[in-house]
């Protein structure tokens, strides 16, 4: 595999045809900028998939060209094109004055599935604007985050309240405190235990049990309800014979094969039973990340917004547990797109979206969850990890893998990868850089969403999601990830609000 860059998700892969069209007239170069960004001395693109066509209609036999945006003459500044920007802007400026008037928090732009409709490329703009306006979320000026009782429209004040620790430590947020602190182990027993996980939208617990905490100041339990966690707590300044609760939600990050072929080749069955493909009418587009029975996590720019038939869930199939894009199991359907709402298609910051699956995943030997990081989990500059997906082996091409590749990458510092010989300030706080500065190993397009898995003590924990770079595999050009840390709170409160 090689790399993905930035403004052209992967190459789509067709079963019937392997060959790239030619570039059209409409592609242009994007340099990757932004607010307080040095545009890097080479530049990167940003996923995007051909213009719509209505007629002929699409059809399975060629793989749409990549579309780039072009840098404008006397400006920094990207633009994907005027009528685009006005309707973002129409959209962000109701956004701001409903936050104004409302005391607005987001919710994720989510796109639902219909079990009758075929095929949503005909509805108009107007529609799919305000479908997306009916998605942010509206909270009372007295709104208090974590107090138990739910008051924005959405439920977002009572969404990000959980987290775990690098022992899978739970952690819960109250409004008598407004920290996330340990819960005791006294009182526990599995009832919470599937109250909490099926809370965050994870239908029930895996495994918790009482694990030796220092911290002098931990939550107690209160009596059972339906409430959620936050309230069935206490502040107390100890926990009895100083015992916490380590809670896992999901059997994850477990490897079924444990052989390996090294150095950028095919990967054997079971051995990143995580990794997924995503398929747009039949063509592989994107990677993606099992991460429960329920849902997936890939990149936002698999999705692009100029064309809506991109978003409709209907178009789109998942698939597990495979090697071999010439050997597709039965896929999974896709029950919702939820995009991350501060994603940025001109830095590619935020670059994450959700899929919500219509039915849940059965787990086997070929097909398992990787694990979410912890909060305060750190791989360091220099930590071997890996990457994985059916993207194209070599920059420029049109031909994806039909072969599952696998590579390791290094950890690079962020300081590293946004020094001027690499990408001169692109690199936000909610990306990581993996490869090899000495340029040969990375991902590239087609992998784009895919994962960057890093291993703990005994399980692999999702680090970062596939989303840019400049070139394949280029000297002083890794590949950047989004990082998955960064947008973990975003990830559990949409779990949370499609919780079944």
């Known amino acids: 595999m090689a790399k993905y860059d930035p403004d052209a998700p992967p190459p789509p892969y067709s079963v019937a045809v392997h060959a790239q069209p030619p570039l059209k007239s409409y592609e242009e170069v994007v340099y990757g900028v932004g607010p307080g960004l040095t545009p890097p001395s080479h530049p990167h693109y940003i996923p995007q998939y051909s213009p719509p066509v209505t007629a002929p209609p699409v059809t399975q036999t060629s793989i749409p060209p990549r579309r780039k945006k072009r840098c404008c003459e006397g400006s920094r500044q990207c633009y994907s094109g005027t009528g685009v920007a006005l309707l973002v802007l129409a959209v962000l400026g109701l956004a701001v004055w409903l936050g104004v008037r409302y005391g607005t928090r987001s919710g994720g732009f989510s796109y639902d599935y219909e079990e009758d409709e075929d095929d949503d490329d005909n509805y108009d703009d107007e529609e799919h604007r305000n479908d997306v306006l009916a998605k942010i979320d509206t909270c009372p000026s007295t709104t208090v985050q974590c107090d138990a009782i739910a008051n924005c429209q959405l439920g977002t004040d009572e969404a990000n309240c959980v987290r775990f620790d690098e022992n899978s430590g739970l952690q819960v947020r109250t409004s008598q405190d407004g920290r996330f602190l340990p819960v005791c182990y006294k009182g526990w027993d599995q009832?919470?235990?599937?109250?909490?996980?099926?809370?965050?939208?994870?239908?029930?617990?895996?495994?918790?049990?009482?694990?030796?905490?220092?911290?002098?100041?931990?939550?107690?339990?209160?009596?059972?309800?339906?409430?959620?966690?936050?309230?069935?707590?206490?502040?107390?300044?100890?926990?009895?014979?100083?015992?916490?609760?380590?809670?896992?939600?999901?059997?994850?990050?477990?490897?079924?094969?444990?052989?390996?072929?090294?150095?950028?080749?095919?990967?054997?069955?079971?051995?990143?039973?995580?990794?997924?493909?995503?398929?747009?009418?039949?063509?592989?587009?994107?990677?993606?990340?099992?991460?429960?029975?329920?849902?997936?996590?890939?990149?936002?720019?698999?999705?692009?917004?100029?064309?809506?038939?991109?978003?409709?869930?209907?178009?789109?199939?998942?698939?597990?547990?495979?090697?071999?894009?010439?050997?597709?199991?039965?896929?999974?359907?896709?029950?919702?797109?939820?995009?991350?709402?501060?994603?940025?298609?001109?830095?590619?910051?935020?670059?994450?979206?959700?899929?919500?699956?219509?039915?849940?995943?059965?787990?086997?030997?070929?097909?398992?969850?990787?694990?979410?990081?912890?909060?305060?989990?750190?791989?360091?500059?220099?930590?071997?990890?890996?990457?994985?997906?059916?993207?194209?082996?070599?920059?420029?091409?049109?031909?994806?893998?039909?072969?599952?590749?696998?590579?390791?990458?290094?950890?690079?510092?962020?300081?590293?990868?946004?020094?001027?010989?690499?990408?001169?300030?692109?690199?936000?706080?909610?990306?990581?850089?993996?490869?090899?500065?000495?340029?040969?190993?990375?991902?590239?397009?087609?992998?784009?969403?895919?994962?960057?898995?890093c291993k703990g003590e005994s399980l692999w924990y999702l680090v970062g999601i596939t989303s840019w770079g400049s070139g394949c595999g280029e000297v002083n050009r890794p590949g950047v990830y989004t990082q998955v840390s960064s947008v973990l709170p975003w990830i559990y409160t949409n779990m949370q609000q499609q919780k079944q």
């Open 191 to 453: 009832g919470y235990a599937d109250q909490i996980c099926a809370q965050l939208g994870l239908r029930k617990s895996y495994v918790s049990k009482a694990v030796q905490t220092q911290d002098s100041i931990a939550l107690t339990l209160t009596h059972k309800s339906d409430s959620p966690i936050q309230g069935l707590v206490n502040v107390s300044p100890s926990c009895p014979n100083q015992e916490t609760v380590s809670l896992q939600c999901v059997d994850c990050g477990r490897q079924q094969s444990t052989s390996r072929i090294i150095g950028g080749t095919a990967a054997k069955s079971g051995h990143w039973p995580w990794q997924l493909s995503l398929h747009f009418k039949g063509s592989h587009i994107c990677g993606g990340v099992l991460i429960s029975p329920d849902f997936v996590l890939t990149a936002a720019h698999c999705f692009p917004g100029k064309n809506p038939s991109y978003l409709s869930p209907n178009n789109w199939r998942v698939y597990g547990g495979t090697v071999s894009l010439d050997n597709l199991p039965q896929p999974y359907q896709v029950k919702k797109i939820i995009l991350n709402e501060n994603y940025d298609s001109n830095t590619n910051n935020n670059d994450v979206a959700l899929l919500v699956l219509t039915s849940p995943v059965q787990f086997n030997d070929k097909v398992q969850p990787v694990c979410l990081p912890a909060f305060n989990q750190r791989f360091p500059p220099g930590t071997r990890c890996w990457t994985s997906g059916f993207g194209t082996t070599e920059a420029g091409s049109g031909i994806v893998s039909r072969d599952l590749m696998e590579v390791s990458v290094d950890i690079i510092d962020r300081r590293v990868c946004n020094s001027r010989d690499v990408y001169g300030g692109a690199v936000t706080k909610n990306m990581i850089c993996a490869g090899d500065l000495q340029g040969g190993k990375d991902s590239c397009q087609g992998d784009s969403g895919g994962p960057l898995v």
